[in-house]
């Protein structure tokens, strides 16, 4: 018998989970809690979200909860779950809720937890230059992705994956694992374990602001640069200020070609090269305030580069 699942999510990765297991006959989603719909562009236009319409088209009831414990009682009442499944949901869950179902609540997180438990893993790992990152499937704690482990998946960083390439490879590697470990978990098959405190770290929302993704030339080094530009799209980009306006920098890399001090630049054959506090970079992609996305040769083509900040 299909067990029944209340699923928690609410962006484009929970979406692609949520399919995955209601098209699995071992599950029977009993409904999806979600955020509500929000004010979208400069109209503030209220747009359904992915989830909602699949859900609509699926037939599967919507809930809010807003953070309102009451909320997550109706919705124990109605649907009573055997298993609470969570995928970036955006909201913290009531310990009573967590501890409901008979299968309790299981999280994807994608880390290898106990290292970079919060908001932003995947930057982090990017940032910090780890060789590899993955997948944690565990079971939902009222600390902060500090539950036990079910099942953790390895994933290779590659020299050139961007926040959004790894996440994507993340996102996909979830849909082919997870059926299989809840199954597992489900029949008894897997025994749980304890994170261990004493190796995690954390990270958060204000460790990729617009202010930290600000590219400092004579504060960071070449490699740094590169790293931030990968890890910091498609939000909030990594960015400078060219000729007094700011430049949002989506592709760079690290070179040889040129030598140059912190914060010294160079335009050559429809190059530009700038200086860090340790190697040169190369900029590839960019973004001047006010104009369109463009390659180097085409931004160079119309503009003279006479100040970097």
């Not at 059926?179 to 597992?184: G, T």
Request: net charge positive.
């Amino acid at each position: 018998m299909a067990v029944k699942t209340l699923f928690l999510g609410s962006n484009h990765e929970a979406l692609e989970t949520l399919k995955t297991l209601n098209e699995n006959t071992n599950f029977e989603i009993v409904a999806v809690i979600t955020q509500p719909d929000k004010p979208v562009g400069r109209k503030k236009e209220i747009v359904e979200t992915d989830i909602k319409k699949y859900c609509k088209k699926k037939n599967i009831p919507i809930h809010y909860t807003k953070d309102d414990i009451e909320k997550y009682e109706e919705a124990l009442k109605i649907f009573r779950p055997e298993l609470n499944v969570c995928k970036s949901f955006g909201e913290i869950i009531p310990e009573f809720f967590l501890d409901y179902p008979k299968y309790k609540s299981i999280n994807v997180h994608f880390s290898l937890l106990p290292k970079y438990r919060g908001a932003v893993p995947i930057q982090m790992a990017i940032l910090n230059g780890e060789e590899n990152t993955g997948i944690s499937i565990v079971r939902i704690s009222k600390n902060l992705d500090a539950g036990s482990i079910l099942a953790q998946f390895k994933e290779k960083i590659e020299e050139d994956d961007t926040n959004v390439t790894l996440r994507k490879r993340l996102v996909k590697k979830t849909t082919e694992v997870l059926p299989d470990v809840l199954i597992k978990w489900v029949d008894g098959e897997i025994q749980e374990k304890v994170q261990d405190e004493s190796k995690a770290t954390y990270c958060y929302k204000e460790d990729i602001s617009k202010e930290k993704a600000k590219i400092n030339f004579k504060k960071h080094t070449g490699q740094e640069i590169e790293r931030m530009v990968r890890a910091f799209v498609p939000w909030p980009v990594a960015w400078t200020v060219f000729n007094g306006k700011k430049t949002k920098i989506f592709e760079v890399k690290i070179t040889e070609e040129e030598n140059l001090k912190p914060q010294e630049f160079l335009t050559k054959d429809l190059k530009l090269f700038i200086g860090a506090k340790e190697g040169t970079i190369e900029i590839l992609r960019l973004q001047m305030e006010g104009k369109k996305t463009m390659d180097i040769k085409e931004f160079l083509n119309g503009i003279t580069v006479a100040s970097i900040q």
